[in-house]
């Protein structure tokens, strides 16, 4: 049975494609074990990857991925130039990667194969479920060497929010017969089409050959019915499955319809134009997941009834104890809940993106004005950053979470960087990569989780203050059982 099939005949949890790292492919090949769809986070995996392997490969999971990757050769080349025997210094800082640009060198972009494949690889490894890759369509410059690597590794479904993904399937069909592809950058200052991203499958591996591939699932996440429509007409037939994510969900959330309006605690207010018309919806005759809130029993059964073909869940995953977030961050978020003292706030400032983004208040963390005041701005990952035409034609790239002075100077406004968080360190932190900077401070997390947390009371009772993957998810599929 293909995927798509599987998803029209049954109702599916779909794990969220959270952070960096966060869903790991660990938790994603729970997940899938379960029959659900484990999901792997594409965001920046390559860093990932890097990190892990100047770690030392614990337990020599990347080294099992590397041997598989069709081009042993390069593959190899890729870990060696990484790889720490034994793992770096507690105290020692992790070697930089180049950051991306709009003509990313040849070591770059073997880097991005082999990390997209191997953490699809891994999550798929041992086992016939169902496991696919998330991206931020916002993170454009690595998509197209990070969709080919993921699809070698035979990716099941892709899934894309944060922006309009309408160039994805495209790209995945071109890919998928060794042909040229090619990916519209937005560039700030540049006319539409004048920055493209092109990867020949063939002509990157001219001596080694290259075989077709199979062209993955595509889920691209929504949330507005406008969107929805539009892309269904775009591309007709083509689209898999659309997943609805609503403003309760962690992580960043697409914009209210309405701006300028907030409330008490200067959040931005979400109304009726902002809820999707799920009758209209239906009416596309396209499968749907549910996102945003839909991690419990009385939820999912609501989705069920709605007509969506499951649900998509985040934060119940995220504290799982299978998930990628450090052990010491998740208890003490589990702790929070647990006794109703965990606070989710959606902030409008945060995120260099400009999109809002969800915070949980956890002591330590960069939601910690103490802590944020202490950090030194500094941009050494650049996954968020702006590629900008300047005056001479050059591209130049900026990050209003980057220094002040430098974002000034290329043309950014000081106003816009208040209150801006470096996501890329912030991000990795969550996972227990954190950069150690020359004079020993060490970057700290920010956590990001939904609003809804009120599954941890059911789910950490009896069971010491944590819980498994299975536990969350028989405990979100406790009424849907009933209904099949």
């Given at each position: ?9 049954f ?11 966060v ?41 099992r ?10 593959a190899?080349?890729?870990y ?17 990667v ?46 197209i ?20 993904p309408?160039?994805?399937?495209g ?19 540049a ?45 007709k ?43 209209a ?74 999109y ?12 910690d004005?103490?802590v ?19 005056g ?17 100077r ?10 801006k ?16 900077r020359?004079?020993g ?44």
């Amino acid at each position: 049975m293909t995927l798509t099939e599987f998803i029209r005949h049954f109702f599916l949890v779909i794990q969220g494609g959270m952070g960096i790292g966060v869903s790991n492919w660990i938790l994603a090949r729970e997940v899938a074990l379960l029959q659900e769809l484990g999901i792997v986070s594409g965001t920046v995996v390559h860093l990932v990857f890097v990190r892990r392997l100047q770690l030392g490969d614990p337990g020599g999971h990347m080294w099992r991925a590397v041997e598989a990757f069709p081009y042993g050769e390069m593959a190899r080349r890729v870990y060696n130039r990484y790889f720490i025997p034994g793992g770096k210094a507690a105290t020692e800082k992790f070697k930089s990667v180049e950051m991306f640009s709009v003509a990313p060198n040849r070591e770059l972009i073997e880097l991005v194969l082999v990390a997209n494949f191997a953490e699809v690889y891994l999550a798929k490894e041992g086992h016939d479920g169902f496991v696919g890759i998330n991206y931020l369509e916002k993170v454009q410059l690595p998509h197209i060497y990070s969709l080919y690597g993921a699809m070698l590794a035979g990716a099941d479904f892709i899934t894309v929010g944060a922006g309009i993904p309408a160039q994805f399937r495209g790209v995945m069909e071109r890919l998928a017969d060794a042909g040229l592809a090619q990916y519209r950058l937005d560039v700030s200052g540049a006319n539409p089409g004048e920055f493209i991203a092109q990867f020949d499958p063939t002509d990157f591996f001219r001596d080694e050959g290259v075989a077709n591939l199979s062209i993955p699932a595509f889920f691209p996440i929504i949330s507005s019915t406008v969107l929805a429509k539009r892309m269904a007409k775009e591309l007709k037939g083509k689209i898999d499955a659309f997943i609805v994510e609503e403003p309760t969900a962690g992580g960043h959330n697409a914009p209210p319809r309405e701006r300028g309006v907030y409330n008490v605690r200067g959040e931005p207010v979400y109304g009726r134009k902002d809820v999707v018309d799920l009758e209209a919806l239906r009416a596309l005759g396209t499968p749907f997941f549910l996102a945003g809130s839909y991690a419990n029993p009385e939820r999912c059964e609501e989705a069920h009834k709605s007509g969506a073909r499951g649900v998509q869940v985040g934060s119940i995953l995220a504290l799982s104890n299978k998930s990628g977030l450090a052990s010491n961050l998740r208890s003490a978020a589990i702790k929070l809940a647990a006794t109703g003292q965990l606070d989710v706030y959606t902030s409008r400032d945060v995120s260099p993106t400009g999109y809002p983004f969800k915070i949980a208040r956890i002591p330590g963390t960069l939601s910690d004005e103490t802590v944020y005041k202490k950090r030194i701005r500094v941009c050494d990952v650049g996954a968020l950053r702006e590629p900008v035409k300047a005056g001479d034609g050059e591209v130049i790239y900026r990050c209003p979470a980057e220094p002040i002075e430098a974002y000034v100077r290329k043309g950014g406004k000081a106003e816009d960087t208040v209150g801006k968080v470096c996501l890329c360190n912030a991000l990795l932190a969550n996972i227990g990569l954190e950069q150690v900077r020359a004079d020993g401070y060490v970057e700290p997390p920010l956590i990001t989780l939904g609003d809804d947390n009120s599954f941890i009371k059911a789910l950490v009772e009896d069971k010491g203050g944590e819980y498994g993957v299975k536990d969350a998810i028989e405990y979100i599929r406790q009424k849907i059982g009933d209904i099949l």
